[in-house]
T-cell receptor, first 113, second 114 residues
C-alpha cells in the first residue's frame, strides 16, 4: 500500500481564495483524521471521521473550514476564504479502529499570501 | 484528555541509550500511552503503544510504572537518524475516535550528535 496520500504537497494561494486539500486514506481504514501543524500551536486535531461520518469537528477553527468524506477512499478539507493565518502544514491520517497505529500522510504545506 | 508533560529538548551521542520521560498525572483507567516520532517535513510516525508495565518492539521500549502517572520511551543505541521530535500521547481507545483522537503536545526535540 502506498500509505496515506495527500495532495497537493505544496499550495500557495492569495488571501480570499478557496483552497481544497485532498486525502486518500489507506484502504480498509475506518478512521480518518485531519491535523494542522504550526510553530506556534503545534499539531492540532481539526476533525475526524469514522466510516465516512464526521464524529468530532470541535477543532475546526471557524466556519471558513469545512471537511467532507464522500466515500471511504477520499476526503477533502476546504478553506473558503483563506487567510494568511491559515498558513500551516495540514496532515491527514488514517487508522483501523481506535487503538494502535495511526498512519500520517506527508502533509500539505499551505501558504496564504 | 490527560495532559502530558515532556522535556522540551534532549541531546545525546551516537550509540547511547536515550530515555525520554513523559508525565501524565491525570491518566484515566482506559487510557493507553502512545509515542510518535516526527522528522522535519514529514508526518508523525508511530513508535510504540502500551497500557502498563513494559512493551518492546524492534525500535524501542516503553516502560510504564504501576501507577501509570508517567512513562519512559527508551531508544537503544541511537544514531544520527534518530534526531527528531518525539511525542507522548494519552487517550482512551474506547471513546469514539478513541486513542487515535490524539492530542499532541509540544514534544521532545531529540538531537543526536557524533
Amino acid at each position: 500500500d502506498a500509505g496515506v496520500i495527500q495532495s497537493p504537497r505544496h499550495e500557495v494561494t492569495e488571501m480570499g481564495q478557496e483552497v481544497t486539500l485532498r486525502c486518500k486514506p489507506i484502504s480498509g481504514h475506518d478512521y480518518l483524521f485531519w491535523y494542522r501543524q504550526t510553530m506556534m500551536r503545534g499539531l492540532e486535531l481539526l476533525i475526524y471521521f469514522n466510516n465516512n461520518v464526521p464524529i468530532d469537528d470541535s477543532g475546526m477553527p471557524e466556519d471558513r473550514f469545512s471537511a467532507k468524506m464522500p466515500n471511504a477512499s477520499f476526503s477533502t478539507l476546504k478553506i473558503q476564504p483563506s487567510e494568511p493565518r491559515d498558513s500551516a502544514v495540514y496532515f491527514c491520517a488514517s487508522s483501523i479502529g481506535t487503538l494502535g497505529e495511526a498512519f500520517f500522510g506527508q502533509g500539505t504545506r499551505l501558504t496564504v499570501v | 484528555l490527560a495532559k502530558t508533560t515532556q522535556p522540551i529538548s534532549m541531546d545525546s551521542y551516537e550509540g547511547q541509550e536515550v530515555n525520554i520521560t513523559c508525565s501524565h498525572n491525570n491518566i484515566a483507567t482506559n487510557d493507553y500511552i502512545t509515542w510518535y516520532q516526527q522528522f522535519p517535513s514529514q508526518g508523525p510516525r508511530f513508535i510504540i503503544q502500551g497500557y502498563k508495565t513494559k512493551v518492546t518492539n524492534e525500535v524501542a521500549s516503553l516502560f510504564i510504572p504501576a501507577d501509570r502517572k508517567s512513562s519512559t520511551l527508551s531508544l537503544p543505541r541511537v544514531s544520527l537518524s534518530d534526531t527528531a521530535v518525539y511525542y507522548c500521547l494519552v487517550g482512551d481507545p474506547w471513546v469514539t475516535g478513541g486513542g487515535n483522537k490524539l492530542t499532541f503536545g509540544t514534544g521532545t526535540q531529540l538531537k543526536v550528535e557524533l
